[in-house]
């Protein structure tokens, strides 16, 4: 009996507090066949608005199928539930069927982080790799994607676990360093430190860190002082497009 084979493309696109990025994707080993095209988040981040983006990065990018959007919030039945990054308005839209409606294609979406993490399960640091690992992003917020042998825990939101009295992303952001000015040796304390606080609440046995600032990686990395095994993202920045991409043939979106 012939089976079919599953399509080994697909368009992923990643929501960020910063910037909106798409990019046509080989879903077979998790690389980007076409540029990145990346638009700036429009400063009146409402949903309206950022439909209008995600249409213009299809557009440039040619593609016509089912795309994977990545969206930085809480994200249930394709619904945004909280909004740290974005327009506050996001709250209670329903992702999907705004940008499906604009993009007149189907759509799966889904936490930027968890999609990060699928594809660098799949594709990247955590392949092959059981147990619990934790994907984390630092960029605008900090992302978090759980997985215990390989299955995500979706929206754990651990950006948002309390670190001496305040929300563990405005101490270690990657925005945080830029905002404040602070060299990579300070930095990596403020980052060593959030970990410290996670890994006694979690015990992981790798973490995977990404976002942007995972392209210096060789000026922090090494400052942490963890007990856990620390991986860089192998996608680097490009995880989320992957993972959305991937999401979406898979049927993952939330
Ligand atoms: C949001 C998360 C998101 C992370 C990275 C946080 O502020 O609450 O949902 O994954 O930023 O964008």
Redesign the pocket.
Known sequence: MATEKAAAQGFGIDI??SGIKGALVDLDTGELLSDRFRIDTPKQSTPENVADVVAQVVERGGYQGEVGIT????VQNGIAR?A??IDKSWIGTDIRGVMSERLGMPVEVL????AAGIAELRYGSGKDVAGTVLML?F??????ALFIDGILVP?T?L??IEVDGKDG?KRASGAVKDDKKLSYEEWAGRVSHYLQVLEKGLWPDLIIVGGGISKKAEKWVPLLENRTPIKVAKLLNNAGIAGAALAARDGQGR
């Open positions: 960020g507090g969206f930085p919030s809480v909280t740290a990054n936490n930027d982080a968890d992003t960029g605008t917020g900090i992302g978090s929206n939101e950006g948002h992303e």
